[in-house]
Antibody, heavy 123, light 107 residues
């Protein structure tokens, strides 16, 4: 069974930093694209970042709203996905979800989501 | 960036109704489209990928169609468990983007 468990959320002041983690299990982690998606309170879904699979050399993509501030990385031997968030803004307040392949990585889209971790940016 | 526009934003329906949600892309995305269902306080669940492929385990009352710029999600006979918010999402290019959502409410 695929499991994705996020951690690391919390309250942080504007300009601060936070690192989110996603512990993955139930599949060969290095074979899959991994994504972060966020959802501000009462709002829709916004894709944040992608880490491609080992076959694609773990290359990355970012939404314009976070490029230069957020960094996605992974530790395949420990099947962990990370999102390092720097220079946080109040508009980054959201539930952050770890997702196994939002599409484009394999013919069959996985679309497995974790339960999310809440990040609140406020003074 | 490719913009995804869903309509309607809210839909009121009764159990047993046939429900159709539309998603339009600002440019062609071939069939690189997914549909998700989200209930309050929960993560989204994938229903459909590649515009019309049903994810394993999803009830057959859900179906998707379309290609290019216009897509639809149809629920053939609405069940009590289907009252939720539905999102489309393209994966044709970066950035990946979602539609604004369609909330299906009880009439």
């Amino acid at each position: 069974e695929v499991q994705l468990v996020e951690s690391g959320g919390g309250l942080v002041q504007p300009g601060g930093s936070l690192r989110l983690s996603c512990a993955a299990s139930g599949f060969t982690f290095s074979d899959y694209y991994m994504d972060w998606v966020r959802q501000a309170p009462g709002k829709g879904l916004e894709w944040v970042a992608r880490s491609r699979d080992k076959a694609s050399s773990y290359t990355t993509e970012y939404a314009a709203s976070v490029k230069g501030r957020f960094t996605i990385s992974r530790h395949d031997s420990e099947t962990l996905l990370f999102l390092q968030m720097n220079s946080l803004k109040t508009e980054d307040t959201a539930v952050y979800y770890c997702v196994r392949d939002l599409g484009g990585g394999k013919e069959v889209v996985s679309g497995d989501w974790g339960q999310g971790t809440l990040v609140t940016v406020s003074s | 960036d490719i913009q995804m526009t869903q309509s309607p934003s809210t839909l009121s329906a009764s159990v047993g109704d046939r429900v159709t949600i539309t998603c339009r892309a600002s440019q062609s995305i071939s069939s690189w489209l997914a549909w998700y269902q989200q209930k309050p306080g929960k993560a989204p669940n994938l229903l459909i990928y590649k515009a019309s492929s049903l994810k394993s385990g999803v009830p057959s009352r859900f179906s998707g169609s379309g290609s290019g710029t216009e897509f639809t999600l149809t629920i053939s006979s609405l069940q009590p468990d289907d009252f939720a918010t539905y999102y489309c999402q393209h994966y044709n290019s970066y950035p990946l983007t979602f539609g604004g959502g369609t909330k299906v409410e009880i009439k």
